[in-house]
């Protein structure tokens, strides 16, 4: 194989386009904290890494035991898959998850000694939910509280913590602000939930996508898109949040094409487009918010 071809096939073992659900987090607590006259570069750039390693080590133990159990095949589906496509050895895969994961650690152990070690206990309790995300007896995944389990950790608890880091303490305008991240990093999982419900039904999951059916999930997807333009707005409306923040509206439009995606196609293979407009619509929707919160305090 090719450098080039290799380069490319690890690259897309990382998943890239998920970093936006670890990496939006980082951003918007930050920028929060800046915009309140606090800020540390170092914790900055540490949160930022860590949390990217820790979402890549997430999917790659995903990558590792969805092969274990079967569940990738040759024909799958997006970017997963890299073991039985690509011939990646799959304990090369596992080691580089805990690897990742190691460095993660390292990281957070700077974080947290020039901030609290509270920080440190509830980062590795952020990694156990990695692990267990796939991993385990009965995986994260493989039942309805896959979406709750990544939007609560990569949402609230992410945000606080870099919040915290920056801060030293915390706020409300901290943990509301958490909310639309959060609601917007299970939307990702939800609609890759969509996308794979027939696979998933054969491999013996039982994600929300599957318990709610095709339709009704497809509902639940949009009444989260819903929510997090409500819960902004509402933010906004009793001045929790700068009139500024409403250049997150720029985003919706394309959270109306995924949905539009989702009700129209219902093939696997065209529905890949719909699972990643919904991250892309997390990116923007993230970068929209920090320009708004920033723009508050510029202006």
């Excluded at 918007?28 to 390693?53: K, P, Q």
């Excluded at 309790?125 to 007896?137: K, M, Q, R, W």
């Excluded at 394309?254 to 065209?270: G, N, T």
Aim: charged fraction near 10%; aromatic fraction near 12%.
């Amino acid at each position: 194989m090719a450098v080039n071809d290799r380069v490319q096939v690890w690259w897309r073992m990382l998943r890239p386009f998920t970093l936006v659900a670890s990496l939006m987090p980082v951003l918007g607590g930050t920028v929060l904290a800046y915009t309140e006259g606090h800020f540390h570069l170092g914790r900055f750039l540490a949160f930022l890494l860590a949390a990217a390693l820790i979402q890549s080590a997430t999917n790659m133990f995903n990558e590792y035991f969805d092969y274990v159990r079967g569940l990738d095949t040759a024909a799958h589906v997006g970017i997963a898959g890299t073991i039985v496509r690509d011939g990646i050895a799959p304990r090369l895969v596992l080691a580089l998850a805990w690897i990742f994961s190691g460095m993660a650690i390292a990281l957070g152990l700077y974080i947290s000694a020039t901030s609290s070690w509270w920080v440190f206990l509830i980062g590795l309790l952020c990694i156990g939910v990695a692990f267990i995300y796939s991993g385990g007896p009965i995986p994260l995944s493989y039942t309805p509280f896959g979406e709750l389990a990544s939007g609560f950790t990569m949402g609230p608890v992410m945000i606080l913590l870099v919040y915290y880091t920056q801060a030293l303490s915390l706020s409300t305008s901290a943990l509301w602000l958490a909310q639309p991240l959060g609601l917007l990093i299970a939307a990702i999982l939800l609609a890759n939930n969509i996308r794979d419900m027939e696979a998933d039904k054969a491999g013996g999951r039982k994600t929300l996508a599957i318990l709610l059916g095709r339709r009704r999930a497809i509902y639940f997807l949009a009444g989260l898109f819903l929510l997090t333009y409500g819960i902004t707005l509402a933010l906004v409306a009793i001045r929790m949040l700068s009139p500024w923040v409403l250049v997150v509206l720029a985003a919706a439009p394309s959270a109306f094409r995924v949905i539009r995606l989702f009700l129209i196609e219902q093939e696997q293979v065209r529905l890949h487009p719909a699972v990643k407009g919904t991250a892309q619509h997390l990116a923007k929707f993230g970068a929209l918010l920090a320009l708004g919160l920033l723009l508050s305090v510029w202006l």
